[in-house]
């Protein structure tokens, strides 16, 4: 993939991912961080993954800093939020890309523990990490960009509908906070990737079923997370996108139109 051009008003900011240590977010921490931000790395169970992570980026000469915490427990991600802003130094923006399925759970075999921590991985998180960088984001007009997903505007496949609908009410939350936090200066959206090749669908979907979305994507190919890095980045800068609140940028390489 081509590098992306440089995007002056990102260097110098920092810049906390959620789930950063692989897939997405560790496109994202390499993309922010060749944009001349200072990245938090937030990991949970991939510790010698986010440390292999920002020692790329710190060779690079980037700035990187890796934080653990299991964003399932609000008193966790309150403590990644200030330990990621007393590192760097400030918090300018905040990506809560931490999320995933936990199981496939069709609804017919509907299990009131599976969903609560679908819940607590996907909603909850975002909740409490936005209230807690609030205050840093206020002081530096920053933004917030939320993770969604395809699975929200579709109702998900099987055994994902609980996901899908926890994406679908963190959609709601975006338009809700950029509503609130747009006084305060802090501007808030977010990204809904389609069928990306990450540890997400290494865990949940089978070669077949991947075999069968590949071919619903008019550009006729999976996205690599790579893919996803131009829509955040843009996102992030107020030079490009300072007038945008509240808005979901859809990259799903034409999925949802089919």
């Given at each position: 993939m081509t590098k992306p051009l440089s995007i002056p008003d990102l260097a110098g900011?920092?810049?906390?991912?959620?789930?950063?240590?692989?897939?997405?977010?560790?496109?994202?921490?390499?993309?922010?961080?060749?944009?001349?931000?200072?990245v938090g790395v937030h990991y949970n169970a991939s510790a010698a993954a986010a440390e292999a992570l920002c020692a790329d980026i710190r060779a690079a000469g980037g700035k990187a800093t890796a934080v653990h915490g299991d964003v399932t427990k609000p008193a966790e991600i309150v403590r990644v939020v200030e330990e990621t802003a007393m590192a760097l130094g400030r918090l300018d923006g905040l990506v809560n890309n931490a999320g995933g399925m936990?199981?496939?759970?069709?609804?017919?075999?509907?299990?009131?523990?599976?969903?609560?921590?679908?819940?607590?991985?996907?909603?909850?998180?975002?909740?409490?990490?936005?209230?807690?960088?609030?205050?840093?984001?206020?002081?530096?007009?920053?933004?917030?960009?939320?993770?969604t997903s395809i699975a929200a505007r579709t109702g998900a496949s099987l055994g994902a509908g609980p996901y899908g609908?926890?994406?679908?009410?963190?959609?709601?939350?975006?338009?809700?906070?950029?509503?609130?936090?747009?006084?305060?200066?802090?501007?808030?959206?977010?990204?809904?990737?389609?069928?990306?090749?990450?540890p997400f669908h290494e865990r949940y979907s089978d070669q077949a079923y991947l075999d069968a979305m590949r071919v619903t994507i008019p550009l006729q190919r999976l996205a690599?997370?790579?893919?996803?890095?131009?829509?955040?980045?843009?996102?992030?800068?107020?030079?490009?996108?300072?007038?945008?609140?509240?808005?979901?940028?859809?990259?799903?390489?034409?999925?949802l139109m089919t």
């Amino acid at each position: 993939m081509t590098k992306p051009l440089s995007i002056p008003d990102l260097a110098g900011k920092a810049v906390l991912i959620t789930g950063a240590s692989s897939g997405i977010g560790a496109a994202l921490a390499r993309a922010f961080a060749e944009q001349g931000a200072s990245v938090g790395v937030h990991y949970n169970a991939s510790a010698a993954a986010a440390e292999a992570l920002c020692a790329d980026i710190r060779a690079a000469g980037g700035k990187a800093t890796a934080v653990h915490g299991d964003v399932t427990k609000p008193a966790e991600i309150v403590r990644v939020v200030e330990e990621t802003a007393m590192a760097l130094g400030r918090l300018d923006g905040l990506v809560n890309n931490a999320g995933g399925m936990v199981a496939r759970m069709p609804y017919a075999a509907f299990d009131g523990a599976v969903f609560d921590e679908v819940i607590d991985l996907n909603v909850r998180s975002v909740l409490v990490a936005s209230h807690a960088a609030l205050p840093f984001l206020k002081a530096q007009q920053g933004f917030i960009i939320n993770t969604t997903s395809i699975a929200a505007r579709t109702g998900a496949s099987l055994g994902a509908g609980p996901y899908g609908s926890a994406k679908a009410f963190i959609e709601n939350v975006t338009r809700g906070m950029a509503k609130e936090f747009a006084p305060f200066g802090v501007r808030v959206n977010a990204v809904a990737p389609g069928i990306v090749e990450t540890p997400f669908h290494e865990r949940y979907s089978d070669q077949a079923y991947l075999d069968a979305m590949r071919v619903t994507i008019p550009l006729q190919r999976l996205a690599k997370p790579e893919d996803m890095v131009g829509p955040y980045l843009f996102l992030a800068s107020e030079v490009l996108s300072g007038y945008m609140i509240g808005q979901v940028l859809e990259a799903n390489g034409g999925q949802l139109m089919t």
